[in-house]
């Protein structure tokens, strides 16, 4: 008997380890299910690039799709209708990427603290809060309404769901063994969140509040000293003097003083960073024409700056049917081709940076926020329950007030040192257009007036659009809806309570800013302000860049006979123009009497510097901890103010120390004078430096004290990329700092077939376990290309194993 | 012999049987095989363990060569570990104790069995 409780005993000890090595326990993934080298982890681990069968049968298609993986991994799909072929795209874009498209998508509808636990609980209210899943249903409805893109849109979710439903544990991709969890199907739901966390990403950082700081504690003559609305300087993506030959809409303006104060300021104190930087992100993208090339034919560019992640943002794809031919950058989650070139016409895109985005206070009858005043009347409010799951965890419950106006984001139960409470957020955003209309009219696009014609559909975000085509036409044109503004409004936070503070209309299309085939030939644009002066609407820009846009249209006027050459030149330029600018002024106030050895020599490197951003020198790393260092000193007297505000631009900051040095707006504080200041601030920076280089054991050459990293996704370290050694740097061309910066280059020649090249940090496939998911990288931080052809090798030339033909 | 004749067994069934089935198989594989080839608890887990303890160790290296580490340093790095080789043992640290332990309860299960039949003939 003693035997059987002992038998007993070991039976139930193998049954509870057995079970414990295999069931997820805390944050650790279920361990022996994990490290099982026939099902788990190591079966992700792939020698190969790619290895496909010749023939896969997949049920949802209505005819054979052939895919061919090129040398890259880039797909060219060729099917013989647009079902199939979208639902070829959602499918192979699947087999790489879906993780990503999945996590993505998670992130935008506020659902990851059901993957990852209460640490994106945060994230997760303000996603909810902000009104992403609203918005998302929004630009569904309208997908629905149009027969044709819900048929696609639908063929697409197919395909995707046809993979998932494919996958075991064994082939799942590693992240979902990681975190222990399995893909849900995909609906068209989902890509129309991703689209919406594109739309949110792109439509501004939030400096209303700054502005309602700034006009209250400065007045207005300081303020406009400080945050002017036009540089000096300044060069407007429409050229300046462009004539604007129409009449404006009417608009009624409202005179009422619009200066709200607010209930509850948020104090200085409160911030951790009171006196922001404000980011200087953005994007280039150009058009030539075949007046200033060598081969005749327009050249068209275009480089995205974002936030760089592993898995890449983007997913190069080559798409053709009998309806489209077109090749180009993805976003994966989202049907065609976001950024490219087909046979006839190449497009490109940059943040226009227009102002979408507009906050008001809510004037709420009582604390219950049921109703709250309007103009002669009481409106009452909604409330909408946020249930958001959590692992490891209790489910938590969030409510969201809704006004006419839109969600209140920040409240007493939701609050952020950065923002004001009780303001409703008013963004185009909640109302979306048919963007993956305009997308497809955009992939099929033969000439202008079809790129033209395909623009109206795309509301957010507001972006600025390069053209160019066959025909030797190029454009720059903004789409995306904009509101028709007054003077000043939603420049600060406006008053909720009437119907005169809120958006009267819209600017007409046909009166939005645009340039044809310029005398210049060439248009480009980099995030800077739109137009000049005299477009006769007003409108407000979160970010206005003012330095990569003018060197962009110096070496534009420059250039007249462009080839490839030059053009791959241009978009890996190194140039600090600000420095270039700067930089003799400051070496001219410095007082070089009192330095030491180490200023001594940092001074003489900076005189002999070539203002290039190049990894091997240390001229840059001077350069930039000065401006750093000498905004800080003069700006310190904005800390003093009991309010958050942000600091002046660099541009602007050195034309009020060039100029205004002696106003009574400045204070130089203890800096009883320029030359102390300069003096002072390069004293500190060359300390820094010198500190720097203790830590570090190294020299602070440009790639190693600006160091660019690509995390991955859900922040899982050892599947990300650390301190890769890149040029450029904030306002260059070749825009990258810290985890942000280029997130591809694409170029493309119209040439009678359209010839195209891009290179992005990453690589086509989404596997931590692959030698292609950081394929990209080096040719990336080396400014090489890789081909991007409309035109599929011949089946005797395409490699073994890397060609499949889907077939019903 | 035996031991040799169990470990053999053990692993070449599991090795089939897991290339579509879930890690747990081989605890049942390890139980079948100690039932018929062993004699008591403690040799049984010992052959379990080597069983699956190599195979699964055989099998994440080869994995391993065959990909020269291209995702074993990244997981390791997660777990904390150094090297993939460590990533190996561990793998082979887990196999072995579910091998074990299955073929440890499979002697078990046989004496809960035995015992209850002899009382029945002993009736």
Redesign the interface.
Known sequence: MM??V???F??S??LL??LF??AQIGNMPP???F?????????????QPIQVPAVLSVAGLSDSVTVYFDENLIPHIQAKNDKDLYFAQGYVTAFHRLWQMEFQTHASAGRLSEIVGSVAIKHDRLQRRKGMVYAAKNALEKIQQDSLMNEIVTAYTDGINAYISSLN?KKMP?EYK?LAYTPENWTPLKTTLLSMQMADYLTGYEQSLHHVHAFHLLGETKYALLYPEHDPAYEPVIPKNTPWNFKPANMKATTVDTKVSLATPVKNTQSSDKLENLPTHGSNNWAVSGKKTISGHAYLANDPHLNLRLPAIWYGIHLQSPSVNVAGASLPGAPGVAIGFNDSVAWGVTNAAWTVRDWYAIDFKDNTRAEYYYDSLLLKSQFVREKIKVKNAETIYDSVVYTHLGPIVYDDNFTDPKHAKDLAMRWAGHHPGNEILAFYLLNRAKNLHDFEHALQYHYVPAQNFAFASIENDIAMEIAGKLPNRWKNQGKSIMPGNSFMYEWQGYIPLSHYPKIVNPKQGYVSSANERATDKNYPYYYLQFSEENYRNRRINQVLNQLTKIDDKAMIRLQNDNFNLAAQENLPYLLKYLDTTNLDTAQQEAYKILLSWNFQNEVEQVAPSIFKTWQDELSTMLWTFLHDYELALHRPNFYQTMHILKNHANSLHLKLGTYHNLQALITDSFKKAVQMLQAWQLVHRKLYKWGDYHPVDIPHLAQ????GMEALRIGGGEGIINANQGSHGVSMRLLVSLDKIPRGWFIYPGGQTGN????HYTRFIEDWCNGKYINLSLVVPEPSKRALGNEVILTP | MRFIFQVILTSLISYILQQFMPSWIVVFVAAIVALFVQSNPAAAFLGGFAAISLLWMCKATIIDVYTNSILSVKVAAILGMKSSIMLILLTGILGGLLGGLGAASGQHLLRIIKKDRGDFYRK
Not at chain 1, 36 to 41: L, M, T, Y
Not at chain 1, 716 to 719: A, D, L, M, N, Y
């Open positions: 035997h059987k002992g038998s007993y070991i039976l000890i193998t380890i057995t090595l295999n361990i022996a299910k490290l099982d080298p026939f099902q788990g982890f190591w079966q992700n681990a792939e020698a544990y590693v990681l899982i370290k050892s599947f931590p376990g692959n030698p």
